[in-house]
């Protein structure tokens, strides 16, 4: 009997113990595991603020570049109202100038005594021109009989060749059927080379050719000289490119411009 006693008394600590033993596994798992929660709250905790960090930051570098775009906005309004400014200024100026055209073409429009008035029907005569080896164009209200220089002049020269004659008495006749109250300009025009004595520059030669043609257009074709000027150009107004020889005898050239002003015969 003592001994079953025992052998119960024996079982039950036993099984005391073992309970124990559970429950201090049971509580050491629950703590580690709450440990392990902490740590990652931790660890997000972490993430967040350097997220709140890399925020800070990019907020920081948009107010930067918000403030720099801010300036430049600035900076353009600046520039538009000046270049608005200018533009007035342009427009006045622009405005005056053709006032005093206006003016100054009213002073011009007696010119020894005869009135200047425009003929609108000038360009229709541009087909009916016919001059050989020259060239007929419209410039604007103007029509250019453009003649090669070396056509009439020795090159370089103001001396006329031989069959220079035959040219300018169709000029002549030319400006006498289809154009006998116009204003006429003769102009000379030169190559980009230099000059050769005895002409000190081209615009010297250009003035020198001008006026030759100017003097047989008078005395050889009765061109009335009140109704003639001359220009010298000099190599300034190329109509094609010096960079070879045949560019620069097309530049060698007078031009016989019919303007559109009846100045009378």
Same mark, same amino acid.
């Given at each position: 009997?003592?001994?079953?006693?025992?052998s119960?008394?024996?079982?039950?600590?036993?099984?005391?113990?073992?309970?124990d033993?559970?429950?201090?596994?049971?509580?050491?798992?629950?703590?580690?595991q709450?440990?392990?929660?902490?740590?990652?709250?931790?660890?997000?905790?972490?993430?967040? @603020?350097?997220?709140?960090q890399?925020?800070?930051?990019?907020?920081?570098?948009?107010?930067?570049q918000?403030?720099?775009l801010?300036?430049?906005?600035?900076?353009l309004?600046?520039?538009l109202?000046?270049?608005?400014?200018?533009?007035?200024?342009?427009?006045?100026?622009?405005?005056?100038?053709?006032?005093?055209?206006?003016?100054?073409?009213?002073s011009?429009?007696?010119?020894?005594?005869?009135?200047?008035?425009?003929?609108?029907?000038?360009?229709?005569?541009?087909s009916?021109i016919?001059?050989?080896?020259?060239?007929v164009?419209?410039d604007? @209200?103007?029509?250019?009989?453009?003649?090669?220089?070396?056509?009439?002049?020795?090159?370089?020269?103001?001396?006329?060749h031989?069959n220079?004659y035959?040219?300018? @008495?169709?000029?002549?006749?030319a400006?006498?059927?289809?154009?006998?109250?116009?204003?006429?300009?003769?102009?000379?025009?030169?190559?980009?080379q230099?000059?050769?004595?005895?002409?000190a520059?081209?615009?010297?030669?250009?003035?020198?050719?001008?006026?030759?043609?100017? @003097?047989?257009?008078?005395?050889?074709?009765?061109?009335?000289?009140?109704?003639?000027?001359?220009?010298?150009?000099?190599?300034n107004?190329?109509?094609?490119?010096?960079?070879?020889?045949?560019?620069?005898?097309?530049?060698?050239?007078?031009?016989?411009?019919i303007?559109?002003e009846?100045?009378?015969?």
């Amino acid at each position: 009997m003592f001994r079953f006693v025992a052998s119960i008394l024996l079982i039950a600590f036993a099984a005391g113990c073992t309970g124990d033993a559970a429950l201090r596994q049971q509580a050491l798992t629950a703590q580690q595991q709450q440990q392990a929660q902490i740590a990652e709250f931790q660890r997000r905790a972490s993430g967040l @603020d350097a997220n709140n960090q890399d925020l800070h930051a990019q907020i920081a570098q948009t107010q930067q570049q918000s403030k720099i775009l801010q300036d430049e906005v600035g900076l353009l309004k600046k520039q538009l109202r000046d270049a608005g400014e200018q533009l007035t200024q342009a427009q006045q100026q622009i405005a005056s100038a053709k006032q005093e055209n206006t003016t100054l073409l009213a002073s011009t429009r007696q010119r020894g005594g005869a009135t200047i008035t425009p003929n609108n029907s000038l360009q229709q005569s541009v087909s009916q021109i016919q001059i050989s080896g020259a060239q007929v164009r419209v410039d604007g @209200d103007l029509i250019r009989i453009e003649i090669p220089a070396d056509q009439i002049f020795m090159t370089g020269t103001n001396t006329l060749h031989q069959n220079a004659y035959g040219t300018l @008495d169709q000029v002549a006749n030319a400006i006498r059927q289809q154009f006998p109250r116009n204003l006429i300009g003769v102009e000379g025009h030169t190559d980009n080379q230099a000059a050769s004595p005895p002409f000190a520059s081209q615009h010297q030669l250009s003035a020198s050719m001008a006026q030759a043609t100017f @003097d047989q257009l008078v005395a050889r074709g009765q061109v009335p000289p009140n109704r003639l000027f001359v220009v010298g150009h000099g190599g300034n107004h190329p109509v094609v490119s010096n960079a070879t020889p045949a560019g620069q005898a097309r530049n060698r050239r007078i031009d016989i411009v019919i303007y559109p002003e009846d100045v009378g015969s």
